[in-house]
Each structure stands twice: as C-alpha cells, then as structure tokens.
C-alpha cells in the first residue's frame, strides 16, 4: 500500500490536534477495547476488529467473506482510514492508552520500523504463532517488522517492487522503442541511463508532454533501489551523508535541470489531472499503482499504457497487519491474521487487487505467475514484479523512516522544482526539515 502524505510540517501538526482530539474522546473510544463481558459478541459470535489505511482488498476480494464461512462463530468489522498520515497518530495515541485499538490493526513500511523499536513490546510477537513459518517471507520483508531481539510485531501483506509504466504512444511519436522489453534494456541498471532516455525524448517530445512526472518519484525509486539510505546497519542517521541519499538527491535535481519532470506532486489534483490529459510519459511504478493509473486515464489510456522493468531493483510501499496486547480478542485476531497473510490469501488478494504478495510460495501459484494486465497492454505484471521482488536489497530502516523521507519528497525537492530554487538552497531545506523531525 502506498503512504501518501500531506507533507512533513501539515502532518505533526495533524498529529498533535489528532491527539488531543483523541484524549479527550478517549472515554468514546473506550467502547471499541477492553475486555468487559458480552462486548465485541453479537448472537453468540466473536466480533473480529481490522484497523485500515486506505484500501487493503481484504473485503474486495471476498476473503473477510470466505473466513467467516470457514469460522461461523466469528464477524469480522473493518474500519478504514483514506490516508496513513491521520491513521498513524491514531494508532500511536490508542496504542499508549491502552484503548481503543482495533483487534488487527494495519502498519505501513515507513512506520513499522519506529512500532518495532519504540513500541514493540505492545504488539503480539507473530513468530512464535501457529502456522507462521518464517521462510514463507522475503528475507528483507520479514526484518522490516522485526525488532532487534527478534520478535516480530507483523506479518507482510503486500509490497512494492518497482516497475517503469511508461506510454508506448508517447514513446513511439518520440522516435522511441515501444516494446517493453526493449524500453527495459534502454535503461537497464542504473536510474542515469533512464535520464539519458529522458533527453532522448525531450528532442522528439510530442507538444504538450514531457518524460515523467515528478523529481520526487524518481526519488524514492532510486532511494528505495539502496540497502542503507537514511540510517546505516548500526541504526545511526546518516540522511545528510548516505551514498544513496545523494546519489538520489543529485539525479532528482538533474531531471529538474533538464526540464524532464512535469513539476508535479504525487497525488495531487493536478497530477491525477495529467494522467488523463497525457502529459507525462512515464512514471515509477510499483504494482498498487497501476488501479490508480487506470483510474485516473480512463477508457481513453487503454493499452497506450505500458509496463517495462525498472533500472534496477527497489521496493516503494507494502504493509503489515499485528495484534495488538490491548486487543480484546487476541487468539482469535492472531489467527486470523496468520490466515490473511498466508500465501494463498495473499495470491487471491493479487488477483483483486493487484498487490504483489511478499511470500514467494504465491508467486508460482498460477493467479500470479500467469498475471496479465489488458489495461497495460496485457503486460505480464505478474513475471515483471515478482522478478524485481526477488531482487529487492534488505533495507535498513530507522525510527524516523517517514518523516525523513517527507523532507526531502514535500520540502526539498519541491522547492527547487517548483519554486525555483538552487539544489543547494533545497537541500539545506530538506536538511533543517530532518533535523526539527528528529529533535520532534
């Protein structure tokens, strides 16, 4: 699942009057938690809570449905939060009263880590459930969640290997390769050949278009390509002196220089409103992106979209589900939760939603191996993620994981993109961002 985000200064403050909003209810709250008799229990059977930002698929793709058949003393009752950035600090302010917390509650990457290391010890550790094989998960999926003395807060649900969607009707008036496998190999193994490509186009660009979107999506897409970025394997911060922050930072700045970006924000009207008018032609993809691209191009996209292989392998987005100690029905939430994040469920959800499930038994189940999408030219997505799946470093992540990336994706790079600002002038911005996040 992705985290979009309103910006770094916007969301602590979003958090402190969600908070106190949140205490002050708290005795409101309080009807969702505890362990009170005859609470959660409807006709004899076990209410089942699942806290959600954004849409998880769970209820699309009928798996709610499927284990209630299978489970007749259980309901289960979602509740969803559109956005991460107002789900997280509920989940925080719930989490240290003690209350008000779902049975199952949702984790995105960009948070997991800080729940681990900061409040690890409220959650279930999942490893030690039954049925839960630590080898069913991609290495670097399972540690995400995973604190330092080995207990493991949750289990993977999707995740976002990158792909390049990219517009072969675009590319082909550019003088460009319209074959994905071609368009791969233009760019394949380093983010600068994608610039290189880049230039190509803008010689050639049909009026009114230019290469991509925005600075900041390349920017996590090659950011999320690299093992350590904002903290080395020590958990030290290091966002003003990684390798990979500046090799990112610099080629951001560099498809701004050669007015190849569209000067947008990700999910932003106006970028929604691009999509359907085609002026951009390629953006960074991980495989919850593409219902959205099909979303916002309409009938008038079909099969202009494409999908190619990313320069190399990164990870944006993906998502846990734990259970937390306050739960009011732990054994139960446990269990279904080791359901949910099983390969075949996990496979099922794929097929509905198009999220890339993190247990490779599922990439050779036949709903994903054989994975086409008609919209995308019927690309072969499910051949295309997996495989940078597999190929995904183990990144380090540390506690301010999310808001360290927001100082550059909704401070720094916009300044100089949209503003007009030097690099120079944006990255000491992006730096005091950082330094206001941590001392937070």
Known sequence: MPSWSSGAVR?????????????LGMSVL????????????????????????GVFGYRQAGLYQEYERL???????????????????????????GRGLADVQAMEVGTVHELAEERGDLFEDLSRAPGVHRADWLPWKWAQATTRDGRTIGLGTDIGPLAVCYRKDLFRRAGLPAD????????????????????????????????????????????????ERYYDASGRLVAG?????????????GAVRDGLTARLRQFDKAWDQAYANGRFATVACPPWMLAYIKEKSGPAGRDKWDVAAAPRPANWGGSFIGVPKAARHRAEAVRLAVWLTAPAQ????????????????????????????????????????????????????????????????????????????????????????IENAVDA
Not at 30 to 42: H, I, L, T, V
Not at 247 to 253: I, N
């Open 11 to 23: 969301r602590r403050a979003l958090l402190l009057v969600v908070a106190a909003l949140l205490v």
């Open 30 to 53: 309080d009807g969702c938690s505890g362990d009170g008799a005859g609470r959660g229990r409807a006709a004899g059977r076990t209410t089942v809570t699942v806290g959600t930002f």
């Open 71 to 97: 489970h007749p003393d259980v309901t289960i009752k979602e509740h969803v939060i559109a956005r991460n950035d107002v789900y997280y600090p509920q989940l925080l302010t719930h989490l240290a009263a």
């Open 180 to 227: 994905r496998e071609a368009v791969g190999r233009l760019w394949a193994g380093d983010w600068r050949r994608y610039l290189a490509v880049g230039r190509a186009y803008r010689r050639r660009a049909p009026a009114g278009t230019v290469f991509t979107d925005s600075a900041a999506g390349l920017y996590n897409a090659s950011l999320h390509g690299h093992a």
């Open 241 to 253: 002196s990684s390798p990979a922050v500046r090799a990112s930072w610099d080629l951001a700045m």
């Open 346 to 433: 996990q496979a099922r959800l794929f097929r509905r939603q198009a999220a890339i499930p993190s247990t490779p038994a599922a990439y050779d189940l036949p709903e994903v191996r054989s994975a086409r999408n008609p919209y995308f030219g019927d690309a072969p997505i499910g051949a295309i993620f997996t495989a940078a799946a597999r190929g995904v470093p183990t990144l380090v992540f540390g506690p301010r994981e999310q808001q360290i990336g927001l100082a550059f994706t909704d401070v720094g790079i916009p300044q100089v993109e949209q503003q007009g600002r030097s690099p120079r002038a944006g990255w000491r911005a992006a730096q005091k961002e």
